[in-house]
C-alpha cells in the first residue's frame, strides 16, 4: 500500500472520515474473507474425459464389449473399445478447448481503489477492502464493493450491468431509500462492478464479496443445476427402445435356435452378431463429429460453444427471451433527429461512436448556420472526451455528452479545434434536478453562454428563438410529444452573449436564444430487425426483457417487431404483485405480452422458469449481471463477449463475441443443421443394421448358415460405414432450416418419417443381399465365397446408401454432388479400403474375404444401385401425401 498525493477533493474526503485503522482493518478481512466473488470450479480434463463415459448408450456398447470378450471375441471387444475411447477423446478435446477459449477475464471487480486508512488516502488492492473501509470515488472508477455515500458531487453511475438501463443513474447521498426498493431507485447506494462516469463521491463499504448484489446474484447462478439438452434426452430415449429391442429379438431367436437344437456357442455367436448389427457403434463418434463441426462453424462467425451438446440445443429453442441493452441496441446514445424552431427536420444516419454520417436533407444556407451554431453549444456545453484509440473512437464520460461530440463530427465540425478556438471560463456541472447543464467560453465574437438540458428548462430560460421572429413555445412542445412518443431522449440547446463573466454563472440563465432540439436513442442493431423476422420465419417467439421504461420498450419492441400495437408492457411492479400467491395471474401476465419492462434480475428468472414450465423450450440472452440467474436456468444462455460480464459468460452455454442477435440467430440455423445431420447419420447408421438384422433373420428361418460373421458386421459398421457416417456429419445447410417451425423438444428421434425409410430401405437391402447369399449357395458356391460376396455387397449399399442418406425429404439429383467433398472422398475411401482389405495378407484371412472380378464387382454395384430407385420414389410419394394432407 502507498500513500498517494491528494488533490484537492482527496484532502477535502479524508478531512470528513479518518476510516479505519489498518489493524481495524485487518482483523475485519479476516473474519469476512477478501472481496471475491463467488466461482464455480473449472472442469478438469480427466473430469471432462470421465462424463463423455455417462451417457445410456456408451453403456449399451461397454455391455456389448464385455458379451463379446465373455464368447472369446477379442477382437470384436477391441474393436468397440476403441471407437469408445475415440469418441471420449475427441469430445474431450472440443470441451476442454471450447472451456478455455472462453474463459472471461475477471474485470467485474477492479483490481485497486482508493480508501481512507490511519487518515490517509492510500490505493490498495480491491480483495482487501472490507466492511466499514471509507472509499473515495472519481471519474472512471469502477466501484469495489456497496458503497453507502455520505457525499456526491455531480456522480453520475453506469449501473446498466445490473440493473438493464441504458442511462446512467444520478446519486445523491441525502437521498435514503428502502433495502427492497429496485437497486435503479436506490439513489444513496453505490453498486460493486459500476461505473463512475461522472463526479466525485465518498462513502462507507457495508457489503463485500459475496454479500454484494453482484455477489448475491453470482451465488445465486452458481446454486443451479443444469437443464439437460434435448438431444440428450432423444439419445436417451432411443437408446432405451433400442436396447430392449435388442434384449427381445435375442431372447426370440435363442428360444427359436434351442427348440431346433442349434449348439449352444452358435446360439451365443448368433447373439453378439444381432447385438452388432442393431447397435450403431459409430454414432456415438458420429454425434460428437456432429456437435464439433457446428462448433467450429458457429466460432467462424463469433460464437463460441462453451457446452458442446449446446450447439444441438439452440437449434431446438423455440422462444428466445431477449435483453435489450446491448444485444437488440448497440448500447451507446446516439443522435438522430435534429429540430430547428422553424420547424424544419433533419435526420442523421449512423449509430454508436461512428464518426460517418451524413445529414438528411441537405440543409438551407441559413438552416446550416443554424446547426452551426447547435453544434457548437453542445460541444461547449460538454464534458465528455472522444479518442482514438487502437483503430477505433473510445468515448469517455457521459453517454448523451459523446453523442453530441459524434453528431458535431458528422455534420462536419470539429469538437477538438472548437474547443481550443473558445476556451472554458466557467460552468455549471449537469445536476439531474436541474435538468441542465452550461458552459460560458471565450469566443471570437467575445464571451459566450451554452446551455444543454431538457427543453422544458431551456424554453422557460429563453425569450426567442433563432431564425424565427416570434417565440412559439406550443410548436415546440408538439414536436417533443411526438420524438418522445417515439422513444427519443429529447435535448434542447441555447445560447446567450454575455457582456462580462459573471462572478456567478447561474445569474446569466436568462434571455437564451433557443437554437433547437436533438432527439437521441439507443439505436436498434442494424440487423436487428431482420433477424427478429427470420426467427417469425422459423416460429420462434421472441420477447425482450429489460429493466428500462415501459414506453421505451415498447417502442422498441414495436419498431423491431416483437410486439404489435395492441400489446402493453407488463412491469416489473405487475409480476411482484401477481407471483405474490397468485400463480394463473403470473402465468396470464407472462403469455399476455412479449415485452417485460422495469424487471428485477429474479423476476427475469421467474418469466423463465414459468415458460419452460407451459413447454416452452427456451434461449435466453444478455450481456449483464441481471442477466445471470436467467441465463442459468434457461435451456440456453446466451451471453454477450464484447461487452457481456464475467457473471454472464460463466453463466452462459454460448458466448457470442460480436454481441450481434443475427449471430443468435445464425447459431439456430446451425443448431439445427447439426440435428439434421444427427438424424441422417442416424438413418443411416440404423437402415444398414436392419438390414443386417433382416439379413441374418431370413438366413435362420430359411435354414442357411449365418451370412455374415460379427467381425464382419463389426467391419461393416466401424470401418466402411464408418467412414461414411463421419463424412455424412459434414454435411452443408439444404437452405430451408429457418422456414420450418422448431422440432417439439420431447419430439422422439424415430418419428413417423424416420421409421418409413428405415423400414423400406432396410427390407430393400436386406432381401436382396438374402437373395444373393441365398442363390450363391444354391449354385454351389462355397459359404465362405458366399459371404465374401454377401459383405462385398453390403458395402456397396453403404455406399450407395450414404448419398440417399443427405437429405430426408429432398430428392438426390437436386443437390450439389459435389456439396459436401468429404462425403465423397469418404465413400470412394470406403470402397476402397474394403477392396485393399481383400489384397492384403492378414487382414483378408481374419476378415474372411478374397479379390473378386471386375465383372462381378459391377453386377453386385447394379443391384445396389437399385435402392437409389427405392428410395427415390419414397421420397416423391412422401412430398405428395405431405402437399396432400397440408
Known amino acids: 500500500m502507498n500513500e498517494i498525493n491528494k488533490n484537492p477533493s482527496q484532502a477535502a474526503a479524508t478531512v470528513s472520515a479518518s476510516g479505519l485503522s489498518t489493524a481495524e482493518a485487518a482483523a475485519v478481512l479476516v473474519k469476512t474473507g477478501l472481496n471475491t466473488l463467488p466461482e464455480q470450479p473449472k472442469s478438469g480434463p480427466l473430469k471432462i474425459f470421465i462424463h463423455q463415459f455417462q451417457s445410456p448408450f456408451i453403456y449399451v456398447l461397454l455391455a456389448a464389449a464385455v458379451v463379446s470378450l465373455a464368447l472369446g471375441q477379442t477382437i470384436n471387444a477391441v474393436f468397440i473399445t476403441i471407437v469408445l475411447f475415440l469418441n471420449a477423446l475427441i469430445g474431450t478435446i472440443q470441451e ?41 470515488l472519481a471519474s472512471g472508477d469502477k466501484i469495489p464493493a456497496d458503497i453507502s455515500l455520505t457525499s456526491a458531487h455531480n456522480l453520475d453511475v453506469d449501473e446498466s450491468l445490473l440493473t438493464g438501463e441504458s442511462i446512467e443513474a444520478h446519486k445523491q447521498a441525502m437521498q435514503a431509500s428502502l433495502d427492497e426498493a429496485p437497486l435503479s431507485e436506490r439513489l444513496n447506494v453505490c ?101 464439433a463441426i457446428g462448433m467450429r462453424r458457429m466460432a467462424r462467425g463469433g460464437v463460441i460453444i462453451r457446452r458442446l451438446l449446446a450447439v444441438e440445443s439452440l437449434g431446438s429453442c423455440t422462444y428466445i427471451a431477449s435483453d435489450k441493452t446491448g444485444t437488440l441496441t448497440v448500447n451507446e446514445m446516439t443522435a438522430q433527429r435534429i429540430l430547428l424552431p422553424n420547424g424544419n427536420r433533419y435526420e442523421i444516419s449512423g449509430e454508436g461512436i461512428d464518426l460517418h454520417g451524413t445529414i438528411n436533407p441537405v440543409p438551407s444556407e441559413d438552416d446550416a448556420v443554424s446547426l452551426r451554431r447547435l453544434c457548437s453549444a453542445a460541444v461547449l456545453a460538454n464534458e465528455a472526451s472522444l479518442e482514438y484509440e487502437a483503430d477505433e473512437w473510445v468515448g469517455q464520460g457521459d453517454r448523451v455528452d459523446v453523442a453530441f461530440l ?31 447543464a452550461a458552459s460560458i467560453n471565450r469566443c471570437p465574437e467575445g464571451i459566450e453562454l451554452q446551455v444543454k438540458g431538457s427543453v422544458e428548462h431551456l424554453l422557460a430560460m429563453s425569450d426567442s428563438m433563432a431564425g424565427l421572429p416570434e417565440y412559439n413555445f406550443t410548436s415546440i412542445e ?5 420524438l418522445a412518443k417515439q422513444g427519443y431522449r429529447v435535448l434542447g440547446l441555447a445560447h446567450r452573449h454575455l457582456d462580462q463573466l459573471p462572478s456567478d454563472p447561474q445569474t446569466s440563465l436568462g434571455k437564451l436564444e433557443f437554437i433547437g432540439m436533438v432527439g437521441m436513442i439507443d439505436p436498434l442493431r442494424p440487423d436487428a ?32 417487431g416483437i410486439a404489435d400495437p395492441s400489446m402493453t408492457p407488463i412491469t416489473g411492479s405487475q ?56 441465463l442459468s436456468h434457461a435451456h440456453v444462455g446466451i451471453a454477450m463477449g464484447k461487452h457481456g460480464t464475467d457473471v454472464a459468460r460463466e453463466s452462459a452455454d454460448i458466448i457470442l463475441t460480436d454481441d450481434r442477435f443475427s449471430s443468435i440467430v445464425e447459431g439456430v440455423k446451425q443448431g439445427r443443421i447439426v ?40 467391419w461393416l459398421n466401424l470401418v466402411t460405414n464408418g467412414i461414411q457416417d463421419i463424412a455424412l456429419a459434414f454435411e452443408p445447410e439444404e437452405g430451408d432450416e429457418l422456414k420450418h417451425p422448431p422440432r417439439p423438444p420431447n419430439e422422439p428421434i424415430f418419428d413417423r418419417l424416420m421409421i418409413q425409410r428405415v423400414l423400406v430401405n432396410a427390407l430393400v437391402m436386406g432381401v436382396l443381399a438374402f437373395a444373393t447369399f441365398s442363390w450363391q449357395i ?70 474372411q474375404i478374397e479379390p473378386v472380378s471386375i465383372i462381378l464387382w459391377s453386377q453386385l454395384l447394379g443391384i445396389a444401385l437399385c435402392l437409389i430407385i427405392v428410395d427415390e420414389l419414397h421420397k416423391l410419394i412422401h412430398a405428395r401425401y405431405s402437399v396432400g394432407v397440408s
Open 529 to 560: 430487425i431482420e433477424s427478429i423476422q427470420r426467427c417469425r420465419d422459423a416460429q420462434i417467439d421472441v420477447c425482450m426483457i429489460t429493466g428500462d421504461h415501459p414506453q421505451t420498450a415498447r417502442t422498441l419492441a414495436l419498431s423491431l
Open 478 to 482: 408538439k414536436q417533443v410529444d411526438t
Open 778 to 847: 444354391q449354385h454351389g458356391a462355397s459359404v465362405e465365397n458366399a459371404r465374401n460376396i454377401t459383405l462385398l455387397l453390403m458395402v456397396l449399399f453403404e455406399n450407395v446408401h450414404v448419398l440417399n442418406s443427405r437429405s430426408e425429404t429432398r430428392s438426390m439429383f437436386r443437390q450439389y454432388f459435389f456439396g459436401n467433398p468429404i462425403l465423397i472422398f469418404g465413400m470412394l475411401g470406403a470402397q476402397a479400403i474394403h477392396i485393399a482389405a481383400m489384397y492384403t495378407p492378414g487382414l483378408r484371412e481374419v476378415l
Open 96 to 136: 476442454y478447448a471450447a472451456e478455455r477459449a472462453a474463459e472471461a477475464l475477471k474485470q467485474m471487480v477492479p483490481m485497486q481503489a482508493t480508501v481512507v486508512r490511519d487518515g490517509k488516502a492510500i490505493r490498495i488492492d480491491t480483495i482487501n477492502i472490507v466492511v466499514g473501509d471509507f472509499v473515495l
Open 575 to 630: 409480476l411482484a404483485e401477481a407471483s405474490d400467491g397468485a400463480p394463473l395471474a403470473f402465468r396470464s401476465l407472462v403469455h399476455s405480452s412479449r415485452v417485460f419492462a422495469r424487471v428485477e434480475p429474479h423476476q427475469k428468472k421467474q418469466i423463465v422458469e414459468q415458460l419452460i414450465k407451459d413447454g416452452e423450450f427456451v434461449a435466453v440472452t444478455g450481456d449483464g449481471v441481471n442477466d445471470a440467474p436467467a
Open 675 to 714: 440435428y439434421n445431420n444427427i438424424r441422417k447419420v442416424i438413418f443411416l447408421l440404423i437402415s444398414t443394421g436392419a438390414a443386417e438384422i433382416t439379413l441374418v433373420l431370413l438366413s435362420i428361418v430359411s435354414g442357411l448358415p449365418l451370412p455374415l460373421f460379427p467381425l464382419q458386421l463389426l
Open 191 to 291: 453498486f460493486a462492478g459500476s461505473v463512475i462516469l461522472r463526479g466525485r463521491g465518498e462513502g462507507m463499504v457495508i457489503a463485500t464479496g459475496a454479500d454484494t448484489q453482484i455477489g448475491k446474484i453470482a451465488s445465486e447462478v452458481g446454486s443451479e443445476d443444469d437443464v439437460k439438452p434435448p438431444l440428450l434426452v432423444r439419445i436417451e430415449q432411443f437408446t432405451e427402445k433400442i436396447t430392449y429391442g435388442i434384449l427381445l429379438l435375442i431372447a426370440l431367436i435363442f428360444l427359436i435356435t434351442v427348440l431346433r437344437g442349434d449348439d449352444l456357442t452358435n446360439v451365443f455367436l448368433l447373439g453378439v452378431a444381432l447385438a452388432v448389427s442393431a447397435i450403431p457403434e459409430g454414432l456415438p463418434a458420429a454425434i460428437t463429429v456432429a456437435l
Open 406 to 436: 459524434v453528431m458535431a463530427e458528422k455534420l462536419g465540425v470539429d469538437f477538438a479545434s472548437l474547443r481550443q478556438q473558445n476556451p472554458e471560463l466557467a460552468k455549471i456541472p449537469y445536476e439531474s434536478e436541474n435538468a441542465y
